[in-house]
């Protein structure tokens, strides 16, 4: 299946700092990328998605930034709160013959440090 | 609210033991999935279903099967299991729901599985 993987397995912030989480990918064909938030004992949580066309989308706090030309995605959390502490995944979206496929990152744990 | 609802959170069983491990949705979504989670491998898909008695194999289908009876429904068979299905497994649906038009994956909680 197709490659999707992120560079830090860890990342601590201060609260109130922003965070920076990075993904890199390697299907050119993706239509869709999406992070997903998951919090302890609970499943992954939808956030952003942005589509393949696109370089910049911005939600409520985060942003998300796509660079076609080196493969990386990457999720900006701004002022950064103690809820904010979750393990953090890229998913690339693509439509098939099939229908739907998602293949998603190893994900990367946010700590906040108050 | 929209909910896929996993029946077990935990279950211990031992080797070789038939396991079931059931998903509801409540969204009326044609497309269901079932994810392992394994720390370091991230969520690698097992099988997935885009329609009642319809299903696909994912990446890691070996060990396990699946059953998709009735749409809302959509069950996770382990025939005998092993310790190396020891794992977080995960239920999703997904429906077109991202803004920039993506189909976007609703999970459950996970069922926590420890096969002794």
């Known amino acids: 299946g197709e490659s999707v993987g992120l560079h830090l397995p860890t990342l601590s912030v201060q609260e109130g700092d922003n965070s920076i989480i990075n993904c890199a990918y390697s299907n050119s064909a993706s239509d869709y990328f999406i992070w997903y938030k998951q919090e302890s004992g609970k499943g992954p949580q939808f956030i952003i998605d942005i589509r393949s066309n696109m370089d910049k989308r911005q939600g409520q706090r985060v942003t998300v930034l796509l660079n076609k030309t080196v493969k990386h995605l990457s999720l900006q959390i701004a002022a950064t709160q103690p809820g904010d502490s979750a393990v953090y995944f890229c998913?690339?979206?693509?439509?098939?013959?099939?229908?739907?496929?998602?293949?998603f990152g190893t994900g990367t744990s946010l700590t906040v440090i108050p | 609210d929209v909910k896929v609802t996993q029946s077990s959170r935990y279950l211990v069983k031992r080797t070789g033991e038939k396991v079931f491990l059931e998903c509801v949705q409540d969204m009326d979504h044609e497309n269901m999935f079932w994810y392992r989670q394994d720390p370091g491998l991230g969520l690698r898909l097992i099988y997935f279903?885009?329609?009642?008695?319809?299903?696909e194999k994912g990446d890691i289908p070996e060990g396990y099967s699946v059953s998709r009876e009735k749409k809302e429904r959509f069950s996770l068979i382990l025939e005998s299991a092993s310790t190396n299905q020891t794992s977080m497994y995960l239920c999703a649906s997904s429906s077109p729901g991202g803004d920039s038009g993506a189909n976007v994956l609703t999970f459950g909680a996970g069922s926590r599985l420890t096969v002794l």
């Open positions: 998913a690339e979206n693509s439509r098939s013959y099939t229908g739907n496929q998602f293949y």
């Open positions: 279903s885009y329609d009642v008695k319809m299903k």
